[in-house]
């Protein structure tokens, strides 16, 4: 059972360019989320998916997008990458939103020069 | 929105000590997990814990949903305890998984 599998583990891009961190889990959980860590913080939501199709924002979600058209994938795009989202993304899912646990990916670390 | 504070930002330890971290929101929780960063940077549930008390191993925790904090226990501490644990809501009022600043624990041998 992989659980929560996000790719790449690593990345570094130029300013400007755009990417997709791809997010997959095989738990048939309906809610998937995706986070930002940055040093000494902790983490930060930054979209959401209560199931397919439906998606919201978090507290940070300036400069992404998000889109779920399976259960499965909830793929992160970054349209124009800036400095300032160099970060460590962990994507994550449970099967609602509330009264259940939350299952993390192992991370994507991005760097925007 | 909801508030999660946790203490101590820091601890050290010599191998063999036992620490109490502690978790505490500002409003009623539907879910609270704890989680251990270890040095990759890998999240690690440990537990799931809305209410009442667990133990798994030399861990165990206690959330009291009525005076609105949780503790972690770690007992007997190992170098492999290092890393930064997490504590993380989701509160009535909304359905998001909400992180507090994290302990960072270092193991001495």
Redesign the interface.
């Known amino acids: 059972n992989a659980g929560v599998t996000q790719t790449p583990k690593f990345q570094v891009l130029k300013t400007g360019q755009s990417m997709t961190l791809q997010c997959a889990q095989d738990m048939n959980h309906e809610y998937m989320s995706w986070y930002r860590q940055d040093p000494g913080m902790g983490l930060r939501l930054i979209h959401y998916s209560v199931g397919a199709g439906i998606t919201d924002q978090g507290e940070v979600p300036n400069g992404y997008n998000v889109s779920r058209s399976t259960t499965e994938d909830f793929p992160l795009r970054l349209l124009s990458a800036a400095p300032s989202q160099t970060s460590v993304y962990f994507c994550a899912s449970s099967t609602g939103a509330r009264r259940t646990e939350a299952f993390f990916g192992q991370g994507t670390r991005l760097t925007v020069v | 929105g909801i508030q999660?504070e946790q203490s101590p930002p820091d601890l050290i330890l010599q191998e063999g000590a036992n620490s109490t971290l502690r978790c505490n929101f500002s409003d009623s929780v539907?879910?609270l997990?704890w989680?251990h960063q270890n040095p990759w940077?890998?999240?690690i549930?440990l537990f799931?814990i809305?209410s009442g008390t667990k133990q798994n191993g030399r861990l165990s925790a206690t959330t009291v949903a009525t005076e609105r904090y949780s503790l972690l226990y770690i007992s007997s501490s190992q170098t492999t305890d290092s890393g930064v644990y997490?504590c993380?809501v989701?509160y009535n009022q909304g359905?998001?998984?909400?992180?507090?600043?994290?302990t960072e624990l270092s193991v001495k041998p």
């Open positions: 999660v539907n879910n997990q989680f940077g890998q999240l549930n799931y809305p997490f993380a989701v359905g998001k998984l909400i992180f507090g600043q994290g």
